[in-house]
C-alpha cells in the first residue's frame, strides 16, 4: 500500500521537456475532437454521405477514429517510457494492473457488441438510427461504459509499465471524455428526439 501511495504522489514529477508527453495529450485530444466535428458536419451538411453513402461514410469515419486509437495508443506507450519508471510490488504491477486494463477492454468490447459498429461509430448522424436506445449491458451498469472502459486502460497501462506520469494522463484522458459527453449527449439527445417528433407528426398525417 506504501509503494502505491508513493507511486501516486510520484506522478506529479513530471519531465515536461519530452515531446512524447505532449504528442501523447495531443492524439488524446485531438480523437474525440476530430469524431464530434466530422459527425455534427455530416449531420448538417451530409459531406460524406453525399460523396460515398451513410453507411460507407459512417465506414471511412469509424476506420479513422480505429486508426487514431491505434496511434494514441502508440504515443502513450512512447511517452511512459519517456517519463520515470517506479518499480512496484509485483501483485500490483502485474495482477492488479491485469485486471484494471482486462475490465477496460471488457467494458469496450461489450460496448461495441451492444451498439454494433455504426451505433458506436456515431451512424445516428449519418441518418442510421437505432429503433430504440440501447439498454442492455454494460449500459445498464454505466451511463458510458465505453469512455469508462478506455480510461481503466490507460490506467492498466500506467501500472503495467510502472510509469506514475501515466496516472496524470488517464486523468487528462477522463477530462477530455467529460468535456466530449458535454457536447455529445445533448446533440444525439437532439437527434432522437428529432426523429420521434418526425415519426410522430407522420402518423398524425395517417
Known amino acids: 500500500m506504501t509503494e502505491l501511495l508513493e507511486f501516486v504522489l510520484l506522478a506529479l514529477y513530471i519531465d515536461w521537456t519530452k ?3 505532449y504528442a501523447s495529450l495531443v492524439s488524446i485530444t485531438a480523437s474525440p475532437l476530430l469524431w464530434n466535428i466530422v ?3 455530416e449531420y448538417r451538411n451530409k459531406t460524406l454521405t453525399k460523396c460515398m453513402g451513410p453507411r ?4 471511412a469515419l469509424g476506420v479513422t477514429i480505429f486508426v487514431a486509437g491505434l496511434y494514441r495508443e502508440v504515443f502513450y506507450k512512447k ?3 519517456d517519463q520515470a519508471q517506479f518499480h512496484l510490488p509485483y501483485g500490483i504491477q502485474t495482477v492488479v494492473a491485469w485486471i484494471i486494463f482486462g475490465a477496460g477492454n471488457f467494458l469496450v468490447f461489450t460496448s461495441f457488441v451492444a451498439l454494433g459498429f455504426y451505433g458506436t461509430y456515431l451512424g445516428d448522424h449519418f441518418g442510421i438510427l437505432k429503433e430504440q436506445r440501447v439498454t442492455q449491458f ?3 451498469v454505466l451511463d458510458d461504459p465505453m469512455y469508462v472502459g478506455s480510461t481503466l486502460c490507460f490506467v492498466g497501462a500506467a501500472l503495467w509499465y510502472e510509469r506514475p506520469v501515466g496516472l496524470l494522463v488517464s486523468l487528462y484522458v477522463a477530462f ?3 468535456v466530449a459527453l458535454k457536447f455529445e449527449k445533448p446533440f444525439t439527445d437532439m437527434i432522437y428526439d428529432n426523429r420521434n417528433t418526425s415519426a410522430k ?3 398524425k398525417h395517417w
Open 19 to 21: 515531446g512524447s508527453l
Open 39 to 41: 459527425a455534427r458536419n
Open 56 to 59: 460507407s461514410g459512417c465506414t
Open 79 to 81: 511517452a511512459l517510457h
Open 138 to 140: 454494460p449500459f445498464n
Open 176 to 178: 477530455t471524455y467529460y
Open 201 to 203: 407528426s407522420k402518423s
